[in-house]
């Protein structure tokens, strides 16, 4: 009685002891010879005919955008990239092992594709990979990274800063050829885009516009690689610089258009005029800061700058050169003043010399000289109104020319910089709004 007993207890826990055996992850293991692992499943490529092809499917999110440097041309983001492929050795049916359908196992166990960035400008410390690969039943590999990744990429600035820059983080086998690894991704790229706005957590200046992704071989040398092209577009928020350099330039030329209308006196405009130049200097020197040396391609916001500068440094000129046909002007007025006063005083000099020895001779007839002094008298007087009215007409003629000239320099100036500076913002506005 007690044996049959006993051989049905053991028979039950054989049965649950193999069922328990089953259902841990070291029967799995035991099942695809990873508890011992052979050193091939390390170097050769999981698969079981050497020419067929292994698809590395690499999803790229962006979630980050930390740093866009203009004058080192790179850009650094933080990036998930999910890597997925097929390893048609460790296949098992997930009913066999109590419905276990995951896996987890070190990566530093098993192959894995060598994939790279070749737009990467990083230094080594900013990947961090995930330590396991997960293992699905149908053999399905799958492991993430975690990069801060730093890229560099080519930036069209002339239509700074309302510009849009296109930048590719290129991915490719280092080693293998397009026959052995093909690279393509999970899902596409409307999709990725928008879970990548959506995990977005910072972006500063930028906005994620779109990202495309092209699949190419590309020769190379000997090997026809495959490549995955991911095509960021990134949209720089202008704001900023709208109101710390354009809408400030406009100010100043505006301010500078209306000191046409301070007075000339005292050399107050030239002073005025001065000052706005000094103030677009320092608005260069921001820019300065910002923009690469590129010459090839100069922004349009250095044209912007450096007309507004050119167009107030002529402006500060026309202003030097009024004052100096006024001052001109002033210094003959005086000196004709001058002249007509010193005239003036010798014939009346002339007058009180001749005067005293007329006075003097009594013993002539009363009325002949009485004549004679009066028409004397007549003479002086029509002498010196001529003298004084010809004085006055020199006067009047001189001063007058430089001073007129100045004023016609001025308006026509004005007018011709008005002008100016109306069709360059005109044609400013459109080829920044065309592009
Ligand atoms: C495990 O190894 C044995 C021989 O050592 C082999 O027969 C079996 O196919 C291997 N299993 C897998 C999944 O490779
Ligand atoms: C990005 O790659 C595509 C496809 O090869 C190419 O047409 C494009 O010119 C590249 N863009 C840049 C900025 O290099």
């Known amino acids: 009685?007690?044996?049959?007993?006993?051989?049905?207890f053991l028979a039950l826990f054989g049965v649950s002891s193999s069922q328990s055996s089953e259902c841990s992850y070291s029967g799995l293991l035991n099942h695809l010879n990873l508890t011992n692992p052979e050193k091939i499943l390390l170097i050769r490529r999981p698969v079981k005919n050497w020419t067929s092809t292994t698809l590395v499917q690499l999803d790229m999110l962006l979630f980050g955008i930390l740093d866009v440097d203009e004058k080192s041309q790179t850009v650094t983001s933080h990036n998930w990239i999910e890597m997925q492929w097929t390893n048609?050795?460790?296949?098992?049916n997930s009913s066999d092992f109590c419905g276990i359908d995951t896996l987890s196992f070190p990566r530093s166990m098993i192959w894995i594709p060598d994939i790279n960035i070749q737009e990467d400008a990083s230094d080594s410390g900013s990947v961090q990979m995930d330590p396991v690969v997960i293992i699905q039943p149908s053999g399905l590999m799958s492991t993430t990274a975690r990069q801060r990744l730093t890229f560099t990429c080519q930036f069209r600035l002339s239509l700074f800063p309302f510009?849009?820059?296109h930048c590719n983080i290129t991915f490719s086998s280092m080693?293998?050829?397009s026959k052995s690894i093909i690279l393509g991704t999970v899902r596409n790229s409307t999709t990725l885009t928008r879970i990548s706005e959506h995990v977005m957590i910072t972006q500063g200046e930028w906005k994620l516009n779109s990202m495309e992704i092209v699949?190419?071989?590309?020769?190379?040398?000997?090997?026809?690689s495959s490549k995955l092209i991911y095509m960021v577009t990134l949209e720089r928020k202008p704001m900023l610089y709208v109101i710390n350099l354009i809408v400030p330039l406009f100010y100043l030329l505006v301010l500078d258009l209306a000191s046409?209308?301070?007075?000339?006196a005292g050399g107050e405009k030239l002073g005025f005029k001065v000052t706005v130049l000094l103030s677009i200097s320092v608005l260069l020197l921001i820019l300065k800061d910002i923009l690469p040396s590129t010459e090839d391609d100069l922004p349009m916001i250095a044209q912007y700058c450096v007309s507004v500068f050119t167009m107030v440094w002529l402006s500060v000129l026309e202003a030097m050169l009024t004052s100096f046909l006024l001052d001109l002007d002033e210094s003959h007025g005086k000196k004709a003043q001058g002249s007509a006063d010193t005239?003036?005083?010798i014939q009346l000099g002339a007058k009180s010399q001749k005067e005293p020895p007329g006075?003097?001779?009594?013993?002539q007839v009363e009325a002949g000289k009485r004549d004679r002094d009066l028409l004397k008298l007549i003479l002086e007087e029509v002498r010196a109104s001529r003298q004084l009215a010809g004085s006055q007409g020199k006067d009047q003629r001189r001063p007058g020319f430089y001073s007129k000239l100045a004023k016609t320099i001025d308006t026509l100036f004005f007018i011709c910089y008005f002008l100016t500076v109306q069709i360059f913002l005109f044609y400013m506005c459109i080829s920044w709004i065309r592009n």
């Open 359 to 363: 006075v003097e001779e009594k013993g």
């Open 175 to 177: 080693s293998s050829d």
């Open 215 to 224: 699949e190419e071989k590309v020769q190379h040398e000997h090997l026809l």
């Open 1 to 8: 009685m007690a044996a049959p007993r006993t051989l049905a």
């Open 163 to 165: 510009d849009k820059q």
């Open 260 to 264: 046409f209308f301070i007075s000339e």
């Open 88 to 92: 048609e050795f460790l296949t098992w």
């Open 343 to 345: 005239q003036e005083d």
